[in-house]
């Protein structure tokens, strides 16, 4: 690409490449064979030194994408922001739009508890909700754009984003995925939202993915709150705008990948058998990256009946319902989405002690370089050598 997807600056540069993979939102029939057209997606990430909006680079899938199940983590987190948003003070109207996410769920539940009266987003509303919806957008000026069209005068934006401080701190490379336009730090949204007027007031932050930024943004322009200032310190001391900061997930994505590999040939040649719980599309890159196949994990668990009865983007690995899973005893499940832990921990007692979480998805220790990824830990927390 050659122009920034947001500010429309020519000052973009790329930042991680993962060469061609599956597309991250189909999911064939299980059973039918892997093509060379199926894994041929460029998938790359840049950075614009103009407004530092980190991007995908390009994008030539079609949405293909079956409905998943909305976690119980994610309804949770909602509710708890809701919570804040009202103890601080910004939930003042009577009208409320939203933005939806293509991955599914909704706050409007929660507003309309408070009272609020629900509004579609072509009519102004005092409060304007967008929850991983905006990212989807390929032109990203004209989205803000349209958010901003949907507020009143002295409406408020409520816009939450998986952060690209969290993405970069903990190696997050899979977090790069066709049909996800944009990376946000707090920095950069700054810059999108005053090219349309509007002005970050207040910001509180969230465990989910590891670490979420929702932000409150009006059209006047008000001091920023203390929360707010310190994710843009924060954000500056990870190098968020910084291209050679950013690029720190190309080696992430490069040893990580080959080191679950090997973690996983070694628990083969032990004779354990590996599942994997979670058929999301962040675990697309990942499966596609590494190699894996039925031999090294002999099936996804998802709880979505949509996807059941498909196989992972990319590889032979059948999707199966988590009774299935269960059925099938296995020795290890891999767990994709760590979000899930708890919620799958309540749901399926039977499975406590076999999980495993990718060292990929925490910080990595100082001097490791990516090998933990050959590491993985249970449920409780233990590390497991394999």
Request: hydrophobic fraction near 40%; include cysteine; proline fraction near 6%.
């Amino acid at each position: 690409m050659t122009t920034c997807r947001g500010c429309g600056g020519a000052g973009v540069e790329q930042v991680l490449d993962l060469g061609a993979m599956p597309a991250a939102d189909h999911f064939p029939l299980a059973g039918t064979p892997v093509t060379p057209a199926e894994t041929s997606h460029p998938l790359a990430m840049a950075l614009c030194r103009d407004c530092g909006l980190a991007q995908l680079a390009d994008d030539d899938t079609v949405p293909d994408e079956p409905r998943g199940v909305e976690p119980q983590a994610l309804r949770d987190q909602a509710a708890a922001a809701v919570r804040d948003v009202a103890d601080a003070g910004w939930l003042t109207g009577r009208t409320v739009a939203e933005f939806g996410s293509p991955h599914g769920g909704t706050w409007l539940p929660l507003l309309t508890d408070r009272g609020y009266e629900i509004v579609p987003t072509r009519r102004p509303a005092s409060l304007v909700l967008d929850c991983f919806g905006i990212m989807h957008e390929p032109d990203q000026h004209t989205a803000f754009r349209q958010r901003t069209r949907a507020l009143t005068a002295d409406g408020v934006l409520l816009l939450q984003f998986h952060s690209l401080a969290t993405i970069v701190r903990q190696r997050q490379w899979t977090a790069l995925r066709h049909g996800h336009f944009a990376y946000y730090s707090l920095t950069a949204l700054r810059h999108l939202l005053a090219d349309v007027g509007l002005h970050v007031a207040d910001a509180w932050t969230f465990d989910l993915y590891g670490g979420t930024v929702l932000v409150a943004a009006t059209r006047a322009r008000r001091p920023l709150s203390l929360a707010a200032r310190r994710i843009l310190t924060d954000e500056k001391a990870v190098g968020v705008t910084e291209p050679v900061a950013v690029h720190a997930l190309q080696r992430a994505a490069d040893e990580q990948a080959v080191a679950l590999r090997t973690c996983l040939k070694t628990m083969a040649r032990q004779g354990r058998r590996v599942y994997a719980y979670g058929a999301a599309s962040r675990a697309v890159a990942l499966f596609a990256r590494a190699g894996l196949d039925q031999h090294l994990v002999a099936g996804v668990a998802d709880a979505s009946p949509a996807k059941q009865g498909r196989r992972m983007p990319g590889t032979d690995v059948p999707i199966i319902s988590p009774e299935q899973l269960l059925r099938l005893r296995p020795d290890r499940v891999l767990l994709t989405l760590p979000d899930l832990l708890p919620e799958v921990r309540r749901r399926y007692p039977e499975l406590d002690g076999r999980w495993m979480i990718p060292a990929d998805h925490a910080a990595p220790r100082r001097g490791t370089h990516g090998l933990r990824a050959a590491r993985v830990t249970t449920g409780a927390g233990s590390e497991v050598q394999s």
